[in-house]
């Protein structure tokens, strides 16, 4: 009988220690307290104790007598120490548990992490960010996650997550030199030129000679203007690990604090390293910029052909009665400019040219023209992505010509245009030019009033390599002037550039043109095509010898179609 008590009194033992384990320390302590005896009015501190003691030892007569006074009051001292073991054993087991649950929930972080480097490394930067989100939502203190997170943030230009995700990661460890690199350079990125210097800073008195530090304070220096530190910080970065980009503004520094000879040696190192490489070409631009002067002149003489002498110099066509014969003519050109400013991202240049015609024997269409134009550029140069180059141009064109009209124009116009730098190899022009256009002729043909508002849109697309090149454009064009002079047209163009052999370059123009005069007393429409080539070939820095010939067809009403061929040879310096 007692046996059978005792059996029973073990099995509710281990339902207990069952249960304690499941609900907690604290309900398991309330219950060995008495609780628990309302419901249990069974429980006796003799069964307590039995929950602590093997089943081998419950079968002892001995214990089984216990439940006499004496042994009442013997299993109330050892209560305490009943506690103690169950606290211990189900706080062990709590932490088994947690244990546990860390090293899958590890586990998994560290499988993401995995997957999400792979997508990294294969440019699928969306699944990769998808991975590591996974990855910290199971470890968020996962420093490598957060690191790698803020990376990929970065490489999709998100520098605002990339430097909350890095930060992170760096509160948790600020002894971690790869993530203290990696903050800084996202604040560099993101031109937040105190932050990243203050990292890179300390960075720089952990180890003095460290490359990234060096690096980037350079560049920081360089970019605020301040190139002798620049130079100082660049020059012991390449020291350490030689670089296009590191030696390209190291020699553009040298050029603005005027150190031309150190200054060619590190462009030029750029082209050893680097050749062919958008940072190569920039520095033979830099190059280049060594040897220029800030002015600039050139003259030209040549002697030209023209099958059907019609035209006055801005283009256009005279009536058939004033023209359409044959004449040989000397040319002589000339310009000269000036540029005063030239920095980093604005330039300004003042320009003149000089263009005047001799026929042999059309003596009344010699031409003289005057123009003057003043320009400022403002370049977004980049070593990589889109870079952009806007141009305004305001001029002035005085042109005098000496026919049977004794007439001259003046053309006062504006030129703003921008240039597209998509690649190295492609490059976008959208170009407009307003003209006022003021016309003086004589009284009997005051009849034909060009004066007017002149505009003309074109958008070109240089697409080239490093022999040749292809420019297809297309052209409006609207003249506001009187009635036999207003119109609207279209045009279309192809020109080819190429160096063929003995270092001479050929050139090619295909074009057609629409224009209708809407107004005209005669509905007049014209269509002209034309087509040149050109040969050209320099003898040292300063000669150019050239040949170049035209051919146009205009079909118009009677008085103003046309044919004409033009064939010239000119030689010229510049300087």
Not at 520 to 534: L, M, N, Q
Request: hydrophobic share 35%; glycine share 8%.
């Amino acid at each position: 009988m007692r046996e059978d008590r005792a059996q029973r009194t073990e099995d509710r033992g281990q339902s207990y220690e069952q249960r304690a384990m499941s609900r907690g320390v604290l309900q398991y302590a309330q219950e060995c307290r008495g609780g628990d005896s309302v419901n249990r009015p069974e429980l006796t501190e003799v069964s307590l104790r039995a929950e602590a003691i093997p089943k081998t030892s419950i079968s002892n007569s001995s214990l089984i007598r216990e439940g006499t006074k004496g042994g009442i009051n013997t299993a109330r001292r050892n209560m305490p120490l009943l506690s103690i073991f169950l606290l211990t054993t189900s706080l062990l087991t709590i932490s088994t548990i947690h244990a546990q649950q860390t090293t899958i929930r590890s586990g998994e972080a560290e499988v993401r992490l995995a997957k999400g480097t792979i997508f990294f490394y294969q440019n699928e930067y969306s699944s990769a960010v998808h991975e590591y989100l996974k990855g910290i939502e199971a470890d968020p203190n996962n420093i490598q996650l957060l690191l790698m997170l803020g990376r990929t943030y970065s490489r999709l230009n998100d520098y605002e997550n990339a430097i909350k995700y890095v930060s992170r990661a760096y509160e948790i460890n600020m002894m971690r030199v790869d993530v203290k690199k990696e903050l800084a350079r996202l604040y560099y990125k993101k031109r937040d030129y105190i932050q990243a210097k203050k990292l890179f800073g300390e960075l720089l008195a952990l180890n003095p000679e460290d490359f990234q530090p060096n690096y980037y304070i350079g560049l920081i220096f360089f970019k605020e203007g301040n190139f002798a530190p620049a130079k100082e910080f660049l020059t012991k970065a390449l020291q350490v690990i030689p670089n296009p980009e590191g030696y390209y503004y190291l020699g553009v520094s040298y050029a603005k604090t005027r150190e031309k000879e150190k200054a060619r040696d590190a462009l030029k190192k750029v082209m050893e390293i680097a050749p062919g490489s958008r940072t190569s070409e920039l520095a033979d631009a830099e190059l280049k910029k060594l040897d220029e002067r800030i002015w600039r002149a050139g003259v030209s003489a040549g002697v030209e052909y023209d099958s059907n002498v019609i035209l006055l110099p801005d283009g256009m066509a005279l009536p058939e009665e004033y023209a359409k014969k044959s004449d040989t003519r000397a040319l002589l050109k000339g310009f000269a400019g000036i540029t005063p400013l030239n920095l980093k991202s604005l330039e300004l240049s003042l320009d003149y040219s000089l263009y005047q015609s001799l026929h042999f024997s059309l003596h009344d269409f010699n031409t003289q023209s005057h123009m003057a134009r003043l320009s400022f550029l403002y370049k977004n140069l980049k070593q990589s992505g889109i870079s952009t180059i806007f141009t305004l141009t305001p001029g002035l064109n005085y042109t005098l010509w000496k026919t049977s009209l004794e007439s001259y124009m003046q053309k006062i116009y504006l030129n703003p245009s921008i240039s597209i730098i998509e690649t190295k190899n492609i490059v976008t022009l959208l170009n407009y030019t307003i003209s006022l256009l003021d016309f003086k002729v004589e009284p009997e043909v005051s009849e034909n009033d060009r004066d007017g508002l002149n505009h003309v849109v074109k958008l070109y697309q240089v697409i080239g390599g490093k022999r040749w090149a292809i420019t297809p454009g297309l052209g409006f064009e609207a003249n506001n002037a009187g009635v036999n002079y207003d119109y609207r047209g279209f045009s279309g163009e192809l020109k080819v550039l190429a160096e063929l052999f003995w270092d001479i370059k050929g050139n090619a123009i295909f074009g057609i043109s629409y224009r209708n005069y809407f107004r005209h007393t005669e509905s007049r429409r014209d269509t002209e095509i034309d087509a040149g080539v050109g040969l050209s070939k320099n003898f040292g820095k300063h000669l150019e010898v050239g040949l170049n010939g035209l051919l146009v067809r205009n079909n118009s009403i009677s008085d103003y179609s046309y044919r004409r061929s033009v064939i010239g040879l000119y030689a010229g310096g510049r300087w």
